[in-house]
């Protein structure tokens, strides 16, 4: 009895340490996708036909768009579907079962808390399948690469993995690149252990993958791995809901420069516009909203800010921060 209360308050305090560093519940790519989805389906059936499809593709996750094109007095609610996925609040966008999958692989791929098995083996092959890996953007592809990683290492390594792995349609095969994904290491660093000079370091069985026994051996040694706990982790298959989706309706996702400075609505230049974009694709952009927007799908996010002496200079954004906008003192317009 001591042993399984113990096991329960590991699950437990994992669980409160993954919302303490998750408050928002929001992880890039899920935006990113619909977006992606949206612009597909203007290519495959035309844009005056793709709306309707969209539409009902957010209804059936109970999602109303006309009314949120009123909602954010949107001037042509017959175009909202193509850019609602950057102005819909994160209440909305926990109603898609893909919000649910992407907490289910945070959870599990760096926190090693057991989702439910009956539906997160399909749910990974699914997205292995289904989704091209630029659509989701580097830090999703990653999570699944790790998620993917720690299920085969947990279903070779323990008998009550039997039977989600027998699920599996993808084969079985630990690489570097998804070592690495799980550790929270570069891919260098496991491929220097993988090295014949290496005195045991990780080796390669005869199909060229990384051996299990040898990547749990290896992870036990890295700080930022964390075993899978296998209790049930409460509410681990349900995406966690905030304590007050009110309080949140104002947030607003910016990106960060590596000198910690932000893409903020006062970068507009003397034509009234954001520069935001790689060099030879770089685009000028009205709206602080649309810019932000197209920020959020490129990889990395690159803009133009003056510098110490006012020359517009490229920057790269290195991470994504909260705010609201009432601290960007935005406006309705924007």
């Not at 790790?146 to 279903?155: H, P």
């Amino acid at each position: 009895m001591t042993n399984k209360n113990s096991a329960k308050d590991q699950v437990e305090q994992r669980w409160n340490q993954f919302q303490s560093d998750h408050p928002v519940a929001e992880f890039p790519g899920v935006r990113r996708i619909l977006h992606e989805i949206a612009e597909m389906m203007s290519a495959i059936v035309g844009i005056e036909n793709a709306g309707r499809v969209i539409t009902e593709m957010y209804r059936a996750a109970g999602i109303d768009l006309t009314a949120h094109a009123r909602q954010d007095h949107v001037d042509d609610e017959d175009t909202y579907w193509m850019n609602a996925d950057e102005y819909l609040p994160l209440e909305e966008i926990q109603k898609f079962t893909l919000h649910r999958t992407r907490v289910n692989l945070e959870a599990y791929a760096f926190y090693g808390l057991k989702p439910e098995p009956d539906s997160f083996a399909g749910d990974i092959d699914s997205l292995e399948e289904g989704l091209p890996r630029d659509w989701m953007g580097d830090e999703f592809a990653k999570a699944l690469q790790a998620a993917n990683t720690r299920f085969w290492i947990d279903f070779a390594t323990r008998d009550a993995g039997a039977g989600v792995g027998s699920q599996r349609t993808t084969p079985f095969q630990i690489t570097a690149e998804g070592l690495a994904a799980l550790a929270g290491v570069s891919v260098k660093t496991v491929k220097n252990e993988l090295a014949p000079s290496k005195q045991g370091g990780i080796r390669k069985d005869k199909d060229a993958a990384i051996r299990v026994d040898d990547a749990v051996r290896w992870l036990a040694t890295r700080k930022n791995f964390r075993p899978t706990l296998w209790e049930s982790a409460p509410g681990v298959s349900e995406a966690p809901q905030l304590s007050s989706v009110h309080e949140l309706s104002d947030a607003v996702f910016v990106p960060v420069a590596k000198d910690g400075t932000i893409f903020s609505p006062d970068l507009k230049q003397k034509d009234g516009c954001y520069h935001i974009g790689p060099y030879g694709g770089e685009r000028a952009v009205e709206s602080y909203a649309e810019a932000l927007g197209a920020l959020a799908r490129m990889e990395p996010p690159m803009w133009r800010r003056p510098d110490a002496s006012g020359r517009w200079r490229m920057t790269v954004g290195t991470e994504w921060k909260r705010t609201t906008r009432g601290e960007l003192r935005l406006t309705k317009e924007d």
